[in-house]
Each structure stands twice: as structure tokens, then as C-alpha cells.
């Protein structure tokens, strides 16, 4: 069975290094003139699909953003899920879930095995409970072609307070992650199929990304403020493995199709240029 990384490197190399996320929250429901219910939602979610999926390599659908409208939202985003993977984008399911033994174990199941409705190519995860914990995860991606990426250095303020703070070996939390990932990816060829978050608004990192072999989802990009070339400064010599992803400052343009199309392809433009400025 193909990797995940395999598949990732390919269809990077054929469309491009762009993420488009789906996240129909009520503003840009109201900005395109959708109600915010399940039919704005499936509107929303479709008319991303008919614009963005037979171009991006990579599309991401925030979970949260369906399953507030419950059962039937759920079924929206299976449904989207599938128009997705019939247009051959891979899809990366935002869910960042993370917890212990037969739960995680059942959140694998639910995302990563193909017997499931919302069976998707790779998810995200938080392992803020131990690397170590998701194993259940990590497990059942390579018996299936899947791919995880793992929470290591975030956007928000808030994450410093845990990602930033030292371990016995003084070694940052982070840091940790990432060597735990980086062992998980060892020997891979093209690429590990286990990938890191990590942020574009973070600057300077101070840590060592160098042994990953896998991806780095670099989130942040656009609405959030940063620039594709903020990504020079936050992953130096690691960025030929960098995924950059857009979500507002792309899903703003609709609900025209031809927008949203113009708007990836300027952000694709735009991070192509950055990427390879080394």
C-alpha cells in the first residue's frame, strides 16, 4: 500500500504545496450570503469542493465547524469528505484529537480506517497527553496508508505556556515532540507519512527541525497574519517539507468559484516564490 508521504510528495509535486482548509464558521456563512444552518453549510462545503478539490493537493475540513450542527452535520462533512477524495485531493481532517487506550484507539478507527464514512487520507492530532498515547494512531495510519500530523509549536499565545516549557533533559516539550515524530519518519523515502503543526506566526522557533522527514502543516497563514514569507524565518533550512495552509484569506473570495480559484492560485504563487528563496 502507498504512504501517505508518498501520496503527499506526489500530489505537491503536481499541484502544488498549498492547503485550503474548510472552515464554514457563521462570518464567512453570513460574507457569502449563506444562512447558518445546514443548508448554508452544505453550500458552503460544496461549492469549496467544485472550486478547490481537482487543484489543491491538500484540502482541510475543521470538523468543529460541522458537527455544531450535529447528526446532520456529520453527514454533511462525509458527504464532503467524499466529493473531496472523487475530485483527488487528499483530505486532512482538522480534529485534533488526542487521549489514551481504546479511545484513541477509536478516534483511529473513526478517521483512519477505511471502512469508516469519514475515513480520510490524514488527521491531526494533540499529543498533550504523550507522544506516546497516540500510538493506536500512529499504528493503524501505516497499516493504512495514512498520515497524522502532530500539534508541536502553535499559533496561539496560548501555547508557549505548554509547548515552550522544559523537560528533565532540558529539552522543551516541543522539542520532544518533534524527536518522537523525526523517529517515527526514520528511513522513510520520499517522505514520512508523520507530519508536525507548527505555526507561521511564530518567528524564529529556536528548535531543531531538521530530522522530521516528514511534513510540517504550517497553519496561520493569511487572516491570522503571517506571510508565506514569514515561513523563511520560522523553518530555515526544513522548508522543502513545509505545506502551508490558507483557509480565510482564500475562502473570503467566494462564493464565486472563479475567486476562490483566483485566490488559490495567487497563494500558491506566493508560497511557491517563498519555499524556494533559500
Known sequence: METFGARLHRAVTERGPLCVGIDPH?????????????????RFARTVVEALGDRVAVIKPQSA???RFGARGVEILESTIRQLRDSGSLVLLDVKRGDIGSTVAAYAAAYLDPSSPLYVDAVTASPYLGVGSLAPMFELAAAHGGGVFVLALTSNPEGAAVQRARAADGRTVAQTVIDEISQLNA??????SFGLVVGATIGDT???LSAVNGPLLSPGLGAQGATPA???????????????SYSRKVLGAGPD??????????????????LAAR
Not at 456563512?29 to 448554508?40: F, I, K, S
Not at 528511513?187 to 514520512?192: F, Q, V
Not at 515561513?231 to 502551508?244: A, D, H, K, W, Y
Open 230 to 244: 514569514d515561513l523563511r524565518l520560522v523553518f530555515g533550512s526544513s522548508l522543502p517539507t513545509v505545506l502551508p
Open 257 to 274: 468559484v472563479d475567486a476562490l480559484r483566483a485566490a488559490a492560485e495567487r497563494a500558491l504563487a506566493d508560497c511557491r516564490a517563498a
Open 26 to 42: 457563521p462570518g464567512l456563512l453570513a460574507r457569502w450570503g449563506l444562512p447558518d444552518d445546514v443548508t448554508g453549510l452544505d
Open 187 to 192: 528511513g522513510a523515502e520520499p517522505l514520512g
Open 206 to 208: 529556536g528548535h531543531d
Open 65 to 67: 465547524f460541522f458537527e
